[in-house]
């Protein structure tokens, strides 16, 4: 089993629909959880990130994490055209050693139509 | 302010060819990184850096080797290039406060291994 699992899609939606991106993972030392947002071509950047359990809500972004279900979800509201990239979930954990591992979710590709 | 900035942006390379990717950051950062994104497997670690002068090998060092002589650079070597190494090469840097370890990324490199 993979340590972060993420539907790799394509998901394609109209514009102005709400948007739901899930992450799954099995290692339940992770702590911090991040979204970071891949346009074509381009390096990763960091979307939202979130501590433990809980909500955060960044302007019609809006970061979910269920521990105890080992879930993460990332809400899209009003979707724009300009949401159109892949999305990466990423998540943390302390480690014995000074590198605090991080992981990767393969990317889920989204495309807002018009 | 540049960020991560990696050279170069594109290479093509024929087999056994050597070359040196650069990365180089104005954060900072104690923690550099070099991931290659292929389809479908998403970001995987090849080598990281906890500091000036330290490297260390993440899931998939074969084929490459890397050195951290300045805090602000991280250089990337193939020595003797193969097809399978054909991918988009990231470097990424972040600081560290415990368990919060959020990366930020390079525009990337394009390696093509012929």
């Known amino acids: 089993q993979k340590e972060v699992e993420q539907d790799p899609g394509p998901l394609s939606v109209p514009e102005g629909a709400i948007v739901s991106l899930n992450c799954t993972y099995s290692?339940?030392?992770?702590?911090?959880f991040m979204w970071y947002r891949q346009y074509s071509r381009k390096g990763p950047d960091l979307l939202m990130y979130?501590?433990?359990?809980g909500n955060k809500e960044d302007g019609r972004f809006t970061a979910q994490v269920d521990k105890s279900s080992k879930y993460i979800s990332l809400f899209i509201r009003d979707s724009q055209p300009s949401d159109s990239a892949t999305y990466l979930c990423?998540?943390?954990?302390?480690?014995?050693?000074?590198?605090?591992?991080?992981?990767f979710g393969p990317g889920t590709s989204l495309s807002v139509i018009p | 302010n540049a960020g991560v900035t990696q050279t170069p942006k594109f290479r093509v390379l024929k087999t056994g060819q050597s070359m040196t990717l650069l990365c180089a950051q104005d954060?900072?950062?104690?923690?550099m990184y070099w991931y290659r994104q292929d389809p479908g497997m998403g970001l995987r670690l090849i080598h990281y850096?906890?500091?000036?002068?330290?490297?260390a090998k993440g899931e998939v060092p074969d084929g490459y080797n890397v050195s951290r002589l300045k805090k602000q650079n991280f250089l990337l070597g193939l020595e003797s290039a193969a097809p399978s190494q054909t991918s988009v090469y990231f470097c990424?840097?972040?600081?560290?406060?415990?368990?919060?370890?959020?990366?930020?990324f390079g525009a990337g490199t394009r390696l093509s291994v012929l």
């Open positions: 990424a840097s972040s600081y560290r406060r415990g368990a919060e370890n959020i990366q930020y």
């Open positions: 290692n339940s030392a992770f702590q911090y």
């Open positions: 979130t501590y433990s359990s």
């Open positions: 954060m900072n950062h104690e923690y």
């Open positions: 850096s906890v500091g000036e002068g330290t490297t």
């Open positions: 990423a998540m943390s954990a302390r480690t014995r050693t000074s590198y605090d591992k991080v992981i």
